[in-house]
């Protein structure tokens, strides 16, 4: 699994009025969304592979992919990205290893946005 700063842009996610701040909340609520999403779309990845349905293993790893860059974790979306080129090629590149290697991928990007908290972590990163 790559550092922090593999997995997170943080330009992405601050670009983002009240992000940095997490001004009423607003970060921990979108994140709370995205994570709920992730685990919901890596079930849909999961379903389509296992009927062998390209084009629906496609739609759900643009979705993950999409949502993912939205808010900077990167490493995830350049997985999804992984996965939809692959299926947009009718290749079905999803199993068991890969489905856990992003539920820990969306585990510990999870952690890292958390750290964003921690005072003890310093400065996030440059102001957008």
Known sequence: MPDVA????????????????????????????????AAAIIDALRDAAAAGDAHALRLAAHRLKSSSGALGAIY????????????????????GQQRLRLEQAVQQTLAAFGALDDPSCGDPGPRT
């Open 6 to 37: 593999a997995m997170l842009d943080l330009r992405i996610l601050f670009s983002v009025p009240g992000m940095r701040e997490n001004r009423a909340g607003l970060r921990t609520r979108v994140l709370a969304t995205w994570r709920n999403e």
């Open 76 to 95: 995830i979306s350049s997985l999804a990205s992984s996965i939809e080129n692959a299926a947009r090629d009718g290749r079905i590149a999803f199993d």
